[in-house]
Structure formats: C-alpha cells, structure tokens
C-alpha cells in the first residue's frame, strides 16, 4: 500500500567551527560570518520518508518558508528524488514566529490533498524551545510523536515509532495521519544516514521550476497578525574570557584549591 508523505524543510545558521564573533554590541548577528546549511533533523526526516516510498510506495511533498539564502533546500530535496516541492511566501515585514509558520504550513497541507505523515526535525539551533511541530499538529488535528529515531513498521493500523528513553527504547503506534517530529544521532555507516544527492537529478532539475504559495494563496490574508512571539530587543552577552591555569597533579592542595574556584 503507497503512503504520502509531506516533509518540512529548514535552511537553518552552521553553528559548526564558529570563528570570530558571531554577534556585534548591539545583540545582532554578524551574518558576515555566519553561513547557512540544510536542518540536519529534517535531512533525517527526508530520508525516512524517501525510505517509505522506496519500499511502499506513494509521493513525498517538501515544503520550505522563505526565499533560499546559502542552501536551497527545496532544489536540494529534488536532488534526492522527492516528487513535489512548494515554497510558501511570509508575509512581508512580518516577525515569523513559529504560530505564523505552524499557520502557513497547515493550510498548505490542507490544499494538497491526501496524506498520511506530516515529518519535521525536532529541532531547531536557532531556537530549541520552538512549539512549530506541536503547534502545526493541533491545527491539523492529528496525534504527534516527538523525538522519532525510526519508524519500525506502516500499516492500515497506523505507524509504529521508536525513540530512545532513558536506559531503554520505547514505541509508540499511533493511528493516520500523524505528525511526526525526528530526530536521531546518526552513527557511520547507520542505514537511516541521509542519502546524497544524485547527479542524474541535479541535471535534470537544477533549472526546474519551483512553486511559490503567498500567504492570499493560503487564504492568510492577515498572517503578521496572527504572531504571538514579539522581539523587543536584544543584548549582547560579554565574550568570557578563560584563563588557563598551570596546577602540579601531585599537589593535593593545589587541586583542592582549582576546584574550589571552579565550584
């Protein structure tokens, strides 16, 4: 039996090897030294969707918010042989919190038609306490799980999840559609690693056209509106300066002491 599924995408900053201050006086970033990258949770849940299709069949649909910056993540996606990409538009000027996007993205869910998973990484590093996947779940009115590692098994039943607990692994079946939110710590050689883009595809779309959904499309007259989320500024935090300290491992008093200090 073929299953749909629709995959959320994010470009999200590299925090990885940060060099120099990535922050000026004011609390604002210095993009000049911040670059962009794929969400690695969402490679994971493009990968387990990819995975459902090559063994069952049905369609992947990838939805993106906002224009491409460093990483197009939409053509990146076609490069993987997804069947359908869709960029949606926010509204211009607008602060996009996670209600605004959870918003856009269940109405664009909703015009698509038929579906049977909704997937998204559990996580974002510019913002680790986002509700988007809880919030988009209570929109559309399906169950959610969090923090999947894999899905174990698809049936007219349901979807059986697993993640990881503490000093165990539990699983969770729960009825379609669902809202899936992934994320899994991929070891070498795992076989839920992300597959690479094929260079087949990257010919045949790399000039392929994209579809844009504005918020009048959705039927999001008033998007900024519906923002809870309302920045009223930012400050800069002081770079710590760490000294290195030089202690003799057989003085006993002298370790005593560091680690009073570090206490």
């Not at 949770?41 to 090559?54: G, I, V």
């Not at 050689?189 to 045949?204: F, G, I, Q, V, W």
């Not at 935090?237 to 200090?261: F, G, H, N, S, Y």
Request: aromatic fraction near 4%.
């Amino acid at each position: 039996m073929p299953y749909n599924c629709i995959v959320v995408a994010r470009e999200v900053w590299d925090t990885r090897d940060l060099l120099g201050n990535v922050a000026g006086t004011d609390g604002q970033l210095n993009q000049t030294v911040l670059s962009k990258r794929f969400e690695p949770e969402d490679l994971n849940s493009l990968e387990q969707a990819l995975q459902l299709k090559d063994r069952h069949g049905g369609k992947v649909t990838v939805l993106a918010i906002g224009p491409p910056r460093d990483v197009d993540v939409l053509r990146e996606c076609l490069y993987r042989g997804v069947d359908e990409v869709i960029r949606l538009i926010p509204p211009v000027g607008a602060e996009l919190d996670s209600t605004i996007q959870a918003h856009m993205l269940a109405r664009a869910i909703g015009k698509l038609g038929e579906y049977d998973l909704v997937m998204a990484g559990v996580s974002i590093p510019e913002g680790e306490n986002s509700m988007l996947v809880p919030q988009l779940a209570a929109l559309l009115g399906h169950e959610q799980v969090s923090y999947v590692d894999s899905l174990v098994e698809i049936s007219a039943d349901g979807v059986l999840c697993k993640r990881e607990i503490e000093m165990g692994s539990e699983f969770i079946r729960v009825p379609m559609p669902a809202v899936l939110a992934l994320g899994v710590y991929l070891l070498k050689d795992d076989p839920r690693t992300p597959r690479s883009a094929k260079a087949m595809l990257k010919l045949k779309m790399k000039k392929a056209e994209i579809p844009e959904w504005t918020c009048e499309n959705l039927g999001l007259d008033d998007a900024a509106a519906l923002a809870k989320v309302h920045i009223s500024g930012r400050e800069a935090v002081p770079q710590r300066v760490i000294e290195t300290k030089d202690v003799d491992p057989e003085d006993e008093a002298a370790l005593k002491a560091m680690l009073q200090e570090i206490q």
